[in-house]
């Protein structure tokens, strides 16, 4: 017991003592967390209760040439955030060679928290998502995971660049961009409309691109643990909480989607057969 609270409070003071660029308190949104918190209460109260209210009356708006210059802006974009890591000397020597012990004041460091900074805004405008759900009147989309998903997203990469930016989140942030390329070339394709149906059938696989990007975030993160590396451990086991979560609720939602629509169609064809 006393070794857990003894880890607690170490972890604590790595948040009070991390070594962070006040530049970043000058960037757009970073100075409080007043104007985050308010975009995410209006998005709540939008998708979960005015926007329904709003919609239901109304026919769903045809927004179909918003929906694939969005997807396509978001798939350029999610490039371009790959692209980022690579930007500096030595990307993977630093990430995993030095392992945390890189100068505070180092061209990495700088490029870190613009890298950072850019991915939480990423993380803002896909909160759009959401709203086109229910602008759409696709409510049923709106699903807890869906909005967990973006809330969560976006609230915790303000906290990481504002309280605790560290290497772990270059990797983790990378993954994430790499499948947002994917899913979001998906959706345009998806929005181009029903005679580019056919060309979706891969849309089950994007759910295991999803879970493969969490198992690898969870074998980087262990590799951090057992190295000992040098990195803010406070935000390796919050990476390790968030990535679990996310690899539970994705994997619930397989199972809800694939697999039990699966054993339903195979059940439908005994009856067929028995008939």
Known sequence: MSALMHMVVENYNEVLESKKDPLVDTWLF?????PVVAI???YLYFVLKLGPQLMQKRKPFNITNILVVYNAYQVVFS??????????DNPFQVIFKTCGTFS???SYTVALAKGAWWYFFSKMVELLDTVFF????KQSQ?????????????????????FLPGEQGVVIGFLNSAVHVVMYFYYLVAALGPKYQKYLWWKKYLTWIQLTQFCIMLVYLASIILMDCKMPKALTFFFVTH????????TDFYRKAYRQKKLS???DNKCIKVD
């Open 40 to 42: 995410l209460v209006s």
């Open 142 to 162: 709106v699903t807890f995971l869906h909005v967990y998903h973006h809330t969560n997203t976006m609230f915790f990469s303000w906290v990481y660049l504002k």
């Open 134 to 137: 229910v602008l759409r009147k």
């Open 265 to 267: 169609v195979t059940e």
């Open 243 to 250: 990535v679990v979560i996310f690899l539970y609720l994705f």
């Open 30 to 34: 970073m100075q409080s967390p007043v």
């Open 79 to 88: 490039v371009w955030l790959c692209t980022q890591p690579f930007l500096v």
């Open 104 to 106: 505070p004041k180092s």
